[in-house]
């Protein structure tokens, strides 16, 4: 069983910074794509940021600029850097994990950190 354990929500001013660790219980090695999707109330769940196992990450146009996805593979994280951060960013942030086998691909999600910023 997969699990993804999301970390360093929390209450920021705008402008502020933040950090979202996602800790896997296995290498992220075996994951074909990793991300951050986020869900603010009364929306729609959005994708932030993915990192592919290779290639080139890919960010939402609202957050262009200002977030930065990574890769540890040393630690098996997913982390996102959050810088300059705005009212609309506030949401419940969910880490994201895609593997493909066989033809197949099997979706993994965190439980979610909140992050919200005050103006």
């Known amino acids: 069983q997969v699990q993804l354990v999301e970390s360093g929500g929390g209450l920021v001013q705008a402008g502020g910074s933040l950090m979202l660790s996602c800790a896997a219980s296995?290498?992220?090695?075996?994951?074909?794509?990793m991300g951050w999707y986020r869900q603010a109330p009364g929306k729609q769940r959005e994708l932030v940021a993915t990192v592919p196992q290779s290639g080139i990450s890919n960010y939402a146009d609202s957050v262009k600029g200002r977030f930065t996805i990574s890769r540890d593979t040393a630690k098996n994280t997913v982390n996102l850097q959050m810088s300059s951060l705005k009212p609309e960013d506030t949401a419940v942030y969910y880490c994201?994990?895609?593997?493909?086998?066989?033809?197949?691909?099997?979706?993994?999600w965190g439980q979610g950190t909140q992050v919200t910023i005050s103006s």
């Open positions: 296995k290498s992220i090695f075996d994951f074909n794509a």
């Open positions: 994201h994990a895609a593997q493909k086998w066989l033809g197949v691909v099997r979706d993994y």
